[in-house]
C-alpha cells in the first residue's frame, strides 16, 4: 500500500494546479473546472487521512464535498448561461461592470 | 361671650349685630335682581324699608347697651389667617360705635325716603329714568360699607368699609357721569374724589402696615391693650401709626390738604351730597381717630397735629364759603369747615365733644343739603314753569344764557314761595351758626370750650372760623330766600311734595332737639361714650367762651344783613353793567376775587402736582419706557443681541463647526472610498489572486508561527 505522503502530495499538486488555473485563465468553464479540481484534491486528501487514520468521518465529508460541489456547478452553470446571454462570452474580465 | 355674663341686666340683642349690614345688603340685592320689573315707589319702598330695618336694628343695639354698657363682640367669621395672624368678620357693639350706627341708619333713612321724591324729579330733569333704581342700589350699598366701616371690629374689616365706602362715593359723584361740564364734568369730579381718597388711603394702609410691624395685630382690643407696652418701647412706632392715619383722615374727611375733592362731589345727587359727603362718610375720618384714641393719648405731638391740621381747616373752608355762588357749593365748604372743627376736637382729645358735634351735623348739615335740594329743585320746577309758558319765555328769551338752578345770584324772595323749606333752611342755618338754643350751639360750644382749655391757637382759629360759619350762612339765607326774585325761574319756584318736605321737618326737629344729647351738667353723651373711651372727661360749660361765640355769630348774621339786604337794596339804585353781584365784592376787591376762586388751591395743585405728574408720566413713557425699555434696550439690546448671537450660533458655531464635522466627515470617506474601490477591479482573476495570497499568508503565518 502506497503510504499517505504520495496521495497528500497528489492531492497538493492537484490543489495547485486548480489555484493556477483559477488565477490565470479567462474562460469561466475553465474556472469551474479549477475549482471542482481544487475541491477534488481536498477530497483526495480527506480520503487518504480517513484511511491512514480508519475513521468514516472524512469519507462522509467526501459525499458532502461531492453533494455541494454538484449544486455549485448547477447555479455556477446556469449563471454562465444567463451570462451568456447578455454578453455572448463568459470572459470573466468583461464581466466587471461592478468596479470601483 | 363672657362678657354678656357679667351683665348688670337689661334685654340684649347683640346677636343682631351682623344684620346692620345683612339687611342694606338685601335690600340692594332685591333691587338689584328683580328692581326692573319694581314701580319706582316700589323701589324706593324697598330701600327704604332694608335702611329703616338697620336703623330698627342700632336702635336695639343701642338700647341692648343702656343694660349693657360695656358691649360686646359679635364674631361672624373668620376671613384671614396666616400663621399668629388672625382677622375677623366681627362687630364691635360699644357706645361708640353704636352712636355711628344710628347715625348712618337714623339720616340714611330719612335721605332714603327723601330720594323717593327728589330722584323721581331728577332723573326725568337729566332725561333717563331708568336710572333711578341704580340710585337706590347704590345708597343701600353704602349704607351696607358704612356699617362694615363703623361696626368693624379691626383695621382690616375697617379698611373694606372705608374703601367700599369710597367706591359708593366715586359711583355716585359720577351718577350723571354723561352730564356736566362738557359731558365729562361729572365724571372728572368722580375721579377726582376717588384719586384724592386714594392718597388717604395710601397713608391709611401705611398705618396698617406699621401697626402690623409693631402689633402683629389689626384688632382694636388687642392693638389698645398692648399700645402702652409698645409706646414704651418704641414711642415713633405709635407717632408714625398716627400720623400715617392722620393722611387718611385728611383724605377721607376732607382736610388740608386733601379737602380739594369734597367740593367737587357736590356734582353727585343731592341726597348724595347730604348722606355721604356731609353727614356720614366724610365723619368715618373722625370716628377714626376717636376709635383709634387710645393710641392718640400716647402721643401729644400727634395730637397736636391733628388738631392743628382740623382748626386750620376749619377756618381756611369757612373763608372760602364766604365767596361762593352755588348754594351747594356753600354747604360743601361749609362742612369742611365743620369736619375741621371735629377732627380737631378729636385731635386735641376732646373726643366726647367731637362725636358729639358729628351727630348733631349730621343732623343739621343732611338737613341744609337736602333742603338746598329742594330749593334747587323748586327753581327747576320755575325754569320748567317759564319754558312752557309761550308769553314768558318770548319775553325772557332776550338773556340767552344758560340757567344754573344752583346759584344764589339767581334766587331770591323764595321764603314766600317755598314756605316749608325756608322755615327747615332756616333752623338749619341757625343751628350751624351756633344760635342758642339749637344742637350746633351746644355742641360747637363744647369743642370751643375744650379748645380753650387744651389748644388756645386752635381755639382762636375755630372762633374765628365760627364768625365765618355763621356770616356766610346769614349770607345765603339772604341771598336765597329775602328779597326779590332775581331771574324769573325763582319767582315761579314751587314748593316739593311732601316725600320730600316730612323728611326735612323730621331732621329740623334732630337739629333743634340734638343739643339735649349732651346738655351742660348732664353729659347724657359723655357718660354714653365713657363706657367705650373710658379716658375722657365731661367738659366743663364755659360761660365767657359761650358768650364770645354766639355774640360773634350774632354779629356775623346783622353784618350779612346790613350787607345783603341793606347794601344790596342800596346797590340796585346802580345802573346793571356797574352793580356787583355781590355786595363784598367792591369792598373786599382781589381778596373777594381769591376766595371766590378758593385760593386757586386747584390751579396750584394743577401747577405742582398734576402737571408735574403729567409731565413726569409723559417722559416715562415716551423716553423711559418707548425711546430707553423699548427702543433702545428691548430693541437694540435683547432683540438685536438675540440676532447677534442666533447668527454667531447659525453661522459660526453651527456651519463653521458643527457642520464642518460633518462635511469633513463625509469628504474623508469620500477620499477613502475613492482609494479603496481602486481595489475593487471587477477582474475575478485579482480577487482570486488576493483570496490566495491571503490563505498563504494565512498558512505561512500558522506554519511558521
Redesign the interface.
Known amino acids: 500500500m502506497l503510504p499517505a505522503t504520495y496521495y497528500v502530495g497528489l492531492s497538493a499538486i492537484l490543489f495547485i494546479i486548480g ?1 493556477v488555473g ?3 485563465r ?1 474562460n469561466a468553464i475553465i ?1 469551474f473546472m479549477s475549482i471542482e479540481l481544487m475541491l477534488n484534491s481536498a477530497n483526495l486528501a480527506f480520503v487518504a487521512f480517513a484511511r491512514v487514520h480508519e475513521a468514516m468521518s472524512g469519507q462522509v465529508f467526501v459525499f458532502f464535498v461531492l453533494a455541494v460541489a454538484a449544486a455549485e456547478v448547477a447555479v455556477g452553470l446556469a449563471l454562465m448561461v444567463s451570462i451568456f446571454h447578455t454578453k455572448h462570452s463568459i470572459d ?2 468583461n ?6 | 361671650m363672657f362678657l354678656s355674663e357679667a351683665a348688670t341686666g337689661g334685654p340684649q340683642f347683640f346677636y343682631l349685630a351682623p344684620w346692620i349690614v345683612i339687611f342694606p345688603a338685601i335690600g340692594l340685592l332685591i333691587n338689584l335682581i328683580f328692581g326692573s320689573r319694581f314701580s319706582e315707589k316700589v323701589i324706593g319702598a324697598i330701600a327704604s324699608t332694608a335702611s329703616g330695618l338697620a336703623f330698627g336694628v342700632a336702635v336695639l343695639l343701642g338700647v341692648s347697651l343702656v343694660g349693657h354698657p360695656e358691649g360686646e363682640i359679635v364674631s361672624l367669621i373668620d376671613w384671614i389667617t396666616i400663621g399668629a395672624l388672625q382677622v375677623r368678620w366681627a362687630f364691635q357693639v360699644d357706645t361708640l360705635s353704636v352712636v355711628m350706627m344710628l347715625v348712618v341708619s337714623g339720616v340714611g333713612t330719612l335721605i332714603h325716603i327723601y330720594s323717593i321724591g327728589y330722584m323721581h324729579e331728577d332723573v326725568r330733569h337729566n332725561g333717563d329714568p331708568g336710572r333711578y333704581r341704580r340710585f337706590f342700589i347704590y345708597l343701600n350699598l353704602f349704607i351696607a360699607m358704612m356699617m362694615i366701616l363703623v361696626g368693624s371690629n379691626n383695621y382690616m374689616m375697617l379698611f373694606v368699609g372705608w374703601e367700599g365706602v369710597g367706591l359708593c362715593s366715586y359711583l355716585l359723584i359720577g351718577f350723571w357721569y354723561d352730564k356736566g361740564k362738557d359731558g365729562i364734568g361729572n365724571a372728572l369730579a368722580a375721579k377726582k374724589a376717588f384719586i384724592v381718597n386714594r392718597v388717604g388711603d395710601f397713608g391709611f394702609l401705611l398705618a396698617a402696615f406699621t401697626m402690623f410691624w409693631a402689633f402683629r395685630t389689626f384688632d382694636f382690643q388687642e392693638v389698645f391693650a398692648k399700645a402702652p407696652e409698645v409706646a414704651a418701647a418704641a414711642p415713633g412706632m405709635i407717632l408714625a401709626i398716627t400720623l400715617f392715619m392722620l393722611l387718611g383722615v385728611t383724605g377721607k374727611s376732607a382736610q388740608l390738604p386733601l379737602y380739594v375733592w369734597l367740593p367737587d362731589a357736590m356734582a353727585g345727587p343731592t341726597p348724595v351730597s347730604a348722606l355721604i359727603h356731609a353727614a356720614t362718610m366724610v365723619t368715618a375720618g373722625v370716628y377714626l381717630v376717636a376709635r383709634s384714641a387710645e393710641l392718640y393719648v400716647l402721643v401729644p405731638q400727634a395730637q397736636m397735629w391733628v388738631s392743628l391740621v382740623g382748626g386750620i381747616t376749619a377756618l381756611f373752608a369757612a373763608t372760602i364759603a364766604v365767596a361762593q355762588f352755588d348754594i351747594k357749593k356753600v354747604l360743601a365748604y361749609s362742612t369742611i369747615s365743620q369736619l375741621g372743627f371735629m377732627v380737631a376736637a378729636v385731635g386735641m382729645g376732646a373726643f366726647a365733644a367731637g362725636m358729639f358735634h358729628l351727630v348733631t351735623h349730621a343732623f343739621f348739615k343732611a338737613l341744609l343739603f337736602l333742603s338746598a335740594g329742594s330749593v334747587i329743585q323748586g327753581v327747576e320746577r320755575g325754569e320748567h314753569h317759564v319754558d312752557h309758558d309761550a308769553k314768558l319765555h318770548k319775553l325772557l328769551k332776550g338773556s340767552g344764557h344758560h340757567f344754573d338752578p344752583q346759584d344764589m345770584r339767581n334766587m331770591g324772595g323764595l321764603r314766600s314761595r317755598m314756605k316749608t323749606t325756608f322755615v327747615v333752611y332756616l333752623i338749619g342755618a341757625l343751628a350751624l351758626a351756633g344760635i342758642v338754643p339749637l344742637a350746633g350751639f351746644w355742641s360747637k360750644d363744647e369743642i370751643l370750650a375744650e379748645a380753650s382749655l387744651l389748644n388756645p391757637t386752635v381755639y382762636w382759629l375755630l372762633t374765628i372760623a365760627a364768625f365765618f360759619t355763621a356770616f356766610y350762612m346769614g349770607r345765603q339765607i339772604i341771598m336765597v330766600f329775602f328779597g326779590k326774585p332775581r331771574s324769573a325761574p325763582a319767582e315761579y319756584a314751587q314748593e316739593s311734595p311732601p316725600v320730600m318736605t316730612v323728611p326735612l321737618m323730621v331732621l329740623a326737629a334732630l337739629s333743634v332737639l340734638g343739643g339735649a344729647l349732651n346738655l351742660p351738667g348732664m353729659h347724657t353723651f359723655t357718660g354714653w361714650l365713657e363706657h367705650t373711651l373710658t379716658f375722657i372727661h365731661p367738659g366743663e360749660f364755659n360761660l365767657v367762651v359761650a358768650g364770645v361765640s354766639t355774640g360773634l355769630a350774632l354779629l356775623a348774621i346783622i353784618l350779612a344783613w346790613l350787607l345783603y339786604s341793606r347794601r344790596y337794596q342800596a346797590l340796585q339804585a346802580l345802573p346793571t353793567a356797574k352793580r356787583p353781584d355781590d355786595p363784598l365784592r367792591p369792598i373786599l376787591g382781589p381778596i373777594f376775587t381769591l376766595l371766590e376762586n378758593k385760593y386757586k388751591v386747584d390751579e396750584i395743585y394743577d401747577a405742582l402736582i398734576v402737571k408735574p405728574y403729567a409731565a413726569l408720566s409723559a417722559f416715562l413713557a415716551d423716553v423711559i419706557d418707548w425711546k430707553f425699555w423699548h427702543d433702545w434696550f428691548h430693541d437694540k439690546i435683547i432683540a438685536g443681541g438675540f440676532q447677534l448671537l442666533t447668527r454667531v450660533l447659525s453661522v459660526q458655531v453651527d456651519l463653521g463647526f458643527i457642520d464642518a464635522i460633518g462635511n469633513a466627515l463625509g469628504k474623508g470617506t469620500r477620499a477613502v472610498a475613492g482609494r ?10 485579482s480577487y ?2 488576493s483570496v ?1 495570497v491571503g490563505l498563504v499568508l494565512i498558512v505561512g503565518f500558522l506554519l511558521l508561527r
Open positions: 489555484v483559477v488565477i490565470t479567462r474556472i470573466v474580465d464581466i466587471s461592470s461592478l468596479k470601483g | 479603496m474601490s481602486l481595489l475593487q477591479s471587477g477582474y475575478v482573476r482570486m489572486l490566495v
